[in-house]
Every structure is written in C-alpha cells, then in structure tokens.
C-alpha cells in the first residue's frame, strides 16, 4: 500500500506539474482537431497562456483551422509531427483592419495569418504543418487584375479606401494602389524583438510568407517553404529589421526566395530603418524568381548582409540586387561566399538600378539610390543563362565590387556597365553566346587572372568599350583563342596589359576605330 501511495503521489505530482507548466494542449482548450474552425479556442489560449505570462499552445498530431492569430509576448507555437494547421479561406476572418506593411508601405488592411504587434518573445516550432490556403487570395488578385472594365468594388476594398485616406505613393504604384485590396501575409510581426522560427513547414500562402517588419533579433531556422506557382508568394522577406539570422532553410517559392528590403520610396524613407545584420547560410532554393534578393523596396537602406554556403537550382535569377531612381537608400557591406547555383534562367548575378522603370536622369538626392561594397567569392555556375548584369546610372554608378574565384558555365558572360572601382580575380566564363566580359562606361576595373575555357572563334573574350583606368593583368589563356581583347571607344584610356602570357592567343588586342591609339598600354 505504501508503494501504491507513493506511485499515485509521483503521478499526481507528475500531472500538477505539467498542468502547471504552461503547456496548454488546444485539444484541452475548446479546439478540435477534425478540421472544423477554432479560431476563439485558439485565440482564446494565446490570451489564457499571456495572461499567466506567456506558455506554449501546443498542437497534437490532426487537422485545425483557424482564422487569423494575434501573438503576444512570450507566446510559442509548437504543432506536433502530424499536426496540420489550416487557415480559413473566409476573407471575414482576417477583419478587423490591422496596421500592416504591404510592399514597403504601412497601411490598413487585412490581418496577417499570424500577426503581432509591439510583443517580444514569439516562437512557431515543431514538426508540424502550417496551410495558408492561399489560392483564394489568388484568385481574388487575378480576378480583380484581368477584369475588362471597371467592376463593383468590394467591401473589402471600400473599407480599405475608407481606413487609408492620404496614402502616399509614386505614380508608378498607382496600378498596384488602385486594386485596393492587398493580400495577407502568412506571419508579420511588426515592431517586435526576440523572434524564432523553426522546423515547421509553410505551404500555400496569400502573400509573402515569412515577413518581419521593424523587428530586432529575428532566428528563421530549419524550416520548409512551399508556395506553387503563385502571385508574390515570396518566402523570407525580413524588412526594416535588425539582427536577422536564416538558416538551414529548404525554399521553393512562387516569387523570391529570401528578400531583403526596408520600405518603399518616400514611405520608406519616413520611417528611415535600415535592414542590417543578417546572416544566410546553409540554405537551398529551387523554384522562385530569385534565389536571394534584396530590394527593390530598399528606401531605408541594407546594411551588412552575408550569404554563404547555399545552393540555387532553378531558381530563375540567384543573387539580385535590385533599385531604382526616386527609391533612394544605401545598400552597402555585402558578402557573398560558397553558392552553387544550376539551371539559372536570367542572370546568375544581377545588381540593377533600373529595375522596373526607366526614369530620366535626376539630381543626387535623398531619392537616388546608392550601391556600393559589394563582395561576390568562391561561386560555382552551371547550366546559366547569363554569368552577370552590373548596371548603375549616371548620377550613382555602382561602386566598389568585386568577383574573385568565379567559375561560371552557360549562355551569356559578365556585362558591367556605369560603374567603378570593380575588380575580377580568378574568374572563368564560359560562354557559349558573346564575350566573357562586357565592359562599358565603366573606370577602374581590375581583370586579374580571367577568361574562358571555350572562346569562341571571332568573339573576343574580353570587349571594351568607354572604359578607363584599367589593369589587365597575370592572364594565360590554356586554349587557343582568337581575340583576347576588342577595345573601341573615344572614352577608353588607361589600359594596362601586365604580367601577362599571350602565347596562345592569335589577336591579343583588337582596336576600334574610335579606340585612341594611346589608350592601351602593353
């Protein structure tokens, strides 16, 4: 009798403590897990477990739905291995209006999945599975989009002009502005601090998936993201966000992949937070316009970002760097190091200021947008269709970056044009289609041990054209090549050939007959 005292005391105690221990098991809370709607249950545990100072809601292997969860602080998430949270498909369930960052701009409008405000200390954990159901949001979009004509606007968009009175924005958004109706995203948490992310899967999200604003020391490990081919269905978008660590992530997206930004033209700029400090490394992303972006909503500025050790397969660009006139900000101190990348169908790497206008030359102002300090090493390319696009306006051109240990196979070579103080070292590309290097109006380049393994007969390797102040030099081409280099230009000066072994190659230079004679030196 006594054993059996002290076994039913030990379980007792035992049960008291798990009780007591701030789990709260949602099966135990009002929720169900066959799949019918328990948005008050859950919602209702969050405030139980934040009222007690915060706990876990945790979630047994089933199927849930809910509508949209506000988090607070101290508050995890963890959905068990067979655990599959749905979110509704009734767009009511995401009311009321939320204040919200949408591309870059702050407004009101529908609740994101998972939202928080102003709370710290939020976790979404597990093994579980998280469906944001997002093809409704989808077809909404696409509906409002192909509509031949004006149509009956929604409730939803009549209460998002109602709530955003004297929104400001570029005439280039106004097509966007003007559908008044912007989709959710699947987690946002704005003006938050201390956030993990991790192991869960996201699949089917209305919006861009992973989406932090104004936050500080935000951890997305080990997760999984699934978006099929979709509308903005980006995957990591940290914004206007300090302290962000990506890591051992699997991503295949129906957008970008892992973006960086921080806010939109003169919105952006008002509330003045730059993205800084993020690390991401070990990843891997498949389908997805890009691999990892930053911009084109950079107005607040991005600030040291290191990239190492992932692989894009797929993808259709993998690092891009994207801006343009009237979104000002600094995008400087980035490192790129260890990336494989296969099957790429634009540009390998592409850091663009002309990303989707075209707009006249302009003053330097709080709106010209500046690239600069740009580190790309040890990356692997095959099966691309085009090495690199380096493209800077006249008014800021692209500066300090540099590309060294770069091996690259595919249809298209290097293209950099309006920038300076660029240097190549150790590059390899090999092109089927044009020159490995395209150089234009660009000054104080350095080619340091480049060329291709394949030149291709009449095409020279490297094609200069207005460039100055640059150093060709420890260069030995191993294959027979044709034309090394093709110089023309009446702004071409300063060419230096040094340290250089030409033995197989048939024209070391060819001149244009604008080239001045005294601009290459050998």
């Known amino acids: 009798m006594k054993k059996i005292f002290i076994i039913l005391f030990f379980i007792t105690g035992l049960n008291t403590a798990f009780a007591n221990d701030g789990w709260l098991n949602i099966l135990n809370e009002g929720g169900n897990n066959k799949g019918i709607k328990c948005t008050e249950a859950i919602q209702g545990a969050i405030e139980k477990a934040s009222k007690n100072g915060g706990g876990t809601i945790f979630f047994p292997a089933g199927e849930y739905l809910t509508g949209a969860l506000k988090l607070k602080s101290n508050i995890t998430i963890h959905l068990d291995s067979g655990a599959l949270l749905k979110f509704s498909e009734n767009f009511d369930d995401y009311l009321p209006y939320v204040e919200m960052r949408y591309e870059g701009i702050v407004m009101q409008s529908f609740s994101p999945l998972f939202y928080a405000k102003d709370v710290e200390n939020i976790t979404i954990k597990g093994r579980g599975v998280i469906d944001g159901q997002g093809k409704a949001w989808w077809n909404e979009v696409y509906r409002i989009e192909t509509a031949k004509g004006p149509i009956p606007e929604t409730k939803y968009q009549k209460m998002w002009s109602e709530q955003n009175k004297g929104i400001v924005y570029e005439p ?26 991790e192991g869960v899967t ?71 937070k ?9 990843c891997t992303m498949l389908s997805g316009h890009g691999g990892v972006v930053i911009g084109s909503e950079m ?25 343009a006139r009237g979104r000002g900000g600094v995008v400087e101190d980035i490192r790129v190091d260890n990336i494989v990348m296969k099957n790429i169908k634009e540009e390998a790497i592409i850091l663009d200021l002309f990303y989707d206008k075209d707009n006249p030359v302009e003053p330097v102002t709080e709106r010209t947008p500046i690239f600069r300090n740009i580190h790309i090493s040890n ?16 008014e800021m051109p692209i500066q300090n970056i540099t590309f060294s240990n770069i091996n690259m196979d595919g249809k298209e070579g290097f293209t950099i044009n309006t920038a300076t103080d660029v240097e190549f070292h150790d590059v390899k590309v090999n092109a089927t289609v044009g020159s490995s290097f395209k150089i234009s109006d660009a000054k104080n380049l350095i080619l340091d041990n480049v060329g291709s393994s394949t030149p291709i007969k009449g095409v020279p390797v490297i094609k200069i054209d207005n460039a100055s102040n640059m150093m060709i030099n420890n260069n030995f081409p191993f294959n027979a090549t044709d034309i090394f280099i093709e110089a023309n230009g009446k702004d071409t000066k ?11 190659v048939t024209t070391v230079v060819k001149k244009g007959k604008d080239l001045d004679k005294k601009a290459i030196v050998e």
């Open 299 to 323: 107005s607040g500025g991005i600030k040291k970002i290191t990239i190492s050790n992932c692989v894009f397969d797929g993808t259709d660009r993998g690092i891009r760097i994207k801006s």
């Open 274 to 282: 730059a993205t800084e400090n993020v690390t991401i490394t070990n």
């Open 494 to 504: 300063n060419i230096f050939l040094k340290n250089n072994v030409f033995n197989n």
């Open 172 to 197: 280039y958004y106004k097509r966007t502005i003007d559908k008044h109706f912007f989709r959710p995203s699947f987690f946002q948490a704005y003006n938050c601090k201390n956030i993990l992310i």
């Open 379 to 394: 990356v692997t390319g095959g099966n691309v269709n085009k090495a690199g696009f380096v493209r800077g306006i006249v």
């Open 202 to 272: 996201f699949k089917n999200s209305p919006f861009w998936t992973i989406n932090p604003e104004f936050c500080d020391n935000v951890t997305v490990t080990g997760i999984s993201i699934f978006n099929p081919h979709s509308p903005n269905t980006d995957g990591i978008n940290p914004s206007s966000c300090t302290n962000v660590h990506i890591s051992n992530c699997h991503i295949s997206v129906g957008d970008d992949c892992i973006t960086i930004k921080s806010g939109r033209d003169a919105d952006g700029r008002k509330y003045g």
